[in-house]
T-cell receptor, first 112, second 115 residues
Framework: KAGVTQTPRYLIKTRGQQVTLSCSPI?????VSWYQQTPGQGLQFLFE???????NKGNFPGRFSGRQFSNSRSEMNVSTLELGDSALYLC???????????FGQGTRLTVV | GESVGLHLPTLSVQEGDNSIINCAYS??????FIWYKQESGKGPQFIID?????DKRQGQRVTVLLNKTVKHLSLQIAATQPGDSAVYFC??????????????FGQGTILTVHP
C-alpha cells in the first residue's frame, strides 16, 4: 500500500511569490490535513479537507488556502509569501473517522 | 525580529533501559490521543493511539497511559534501542463531531538513546 506522497520535497521561493504544494493520500482515505512545522511554533494545524470540503480550519491568515479533488488529492496554496512562511509543510491522510493519520515526508519551503 | 524557538524537553537513556515520555494535553473534550515519532528529515510516524474511554493500551514495546483527571498522557518504551532516538509528539483530536481530522500537537520531547 503506497504511503502519503508530497511534492515537491524542497522549494525555494522569493518573498511576494505564491506557491502550491501537493499531497496524494493513501488510497481510500478521504481526509487530508495540512500542518506547518517550524522550530519556533512546532506543529500547527492549517486545515483539513474531507470529501472535497474544508471541514476544519486552523488560525492561519487567508493567504493560506487549500482544496481537495474528487480523487482525494489535495493542494495547498500560499500567496504573497513572507519570510516567516519558511517551514516544513506536512500533510496527513486518514479515513477521517477517528482512525490514525499517516504523514507524508513533507515539503521544505524556504522563502528568501 | 528575533524568533524564540521551542526549547524541547530532552530525555537521555541507555540502550536497554525503559523510557517514559510525558505529555500534558489541553482539551478535556478530546476523544482521541496519539503518539508520533519524528526522525530527522521525515514526517511524523504513528506509534500508538488511545481513546478517551480507556486508560491504558499496549503495543509492541510501547504502552500509552491516559489520566483524564489531570489531563496527562505518557508513552512508555520498553528496552529502548538506538533506533528509538527521535522527537516524540503527543497529539489530541476529536473534541466534537467532525474534529478527528484536526490534530493538536504537544511541543515534543527529544529522546536520545546511548549505546
Amino acid at each position: 500500500k503506497a504511503g502519503v506522497t508530497q511534492t515537491p520535497r524542497y522549494l525555494i521561493k522569493t518573498r511576494g511569490q505564491q506557491v502550491t504544494l501537493s499531497c496524494s493520500p493513501i488510497s481510500g482515505h478521504r481526509s487530508v490535513s495540512w500542518y506547518q512545522q517550524t522550530p519556533g511554533q512546532g506543529l500547527q494545524f492549517l486545515f483539513e479537507y474531507f470529501s472535497e470540503t474544508q471541514r476544519n480550519k486552523g488560525n492561519f491568515p487567508g493567504r493560506f488556502s487549500g482544496r481537495q479533488f474528487s480523487n482525494s488529492r489535495s493542494e495547498m496554496n500560499v500567496s504573497t509569501l513572507e519570510l516567516g512562511d519558511s517551514a516544513l509543510y506536512l500533510c496527513a491522510s486518514s479515513s477521517g473517522t477517528g482512525k490514525e493519520a499517516f504523514f507524508g515526508q513533507g515539503t521544505r519551503l524556504t522563502v528568501v | 525580529g528575533e524568533s524564540v524557538g521551542l526549547h524541547l524537553p530532552t530525555l537521555s537513556v541507555q540502550e536497554g533501559d525503559n523510557s517514559i515520555i510525558n505529555c500534558a494535553y489541553s482539551n478535556s473534550a478530546s476523544d482521541y490521543f496519539i503518539w508520533y515519532k519524528q526522525e530527522s528529515g521525515k514526517g511524523p510516524q504513528f506509534i500508538i493511539d488511545i481513546r478517551s474511554n480507556m486508560d491504558k493500551r499496549q503495543g509492541q514495546r510501547v504502552t500509552v497511559l491516559l489520566n483524564k483527571t489531570v489531563k496527562h498522557l505518557s508513552l512508555q518504551i520498553a528496552a529502548t534501542q538506538p533506533g528509538d532516538s527521535a522527537v516524540y509528539f503527543c497529539a489530541e483530536s476529536g473534541a466534537g463531531g467532525t474534529s478527528y481530522g484536526k490534530l493538536t500537537f504537544g511541543q515534543g520531547t527529544i529522546l536520545t538513546v546511548h549505546p
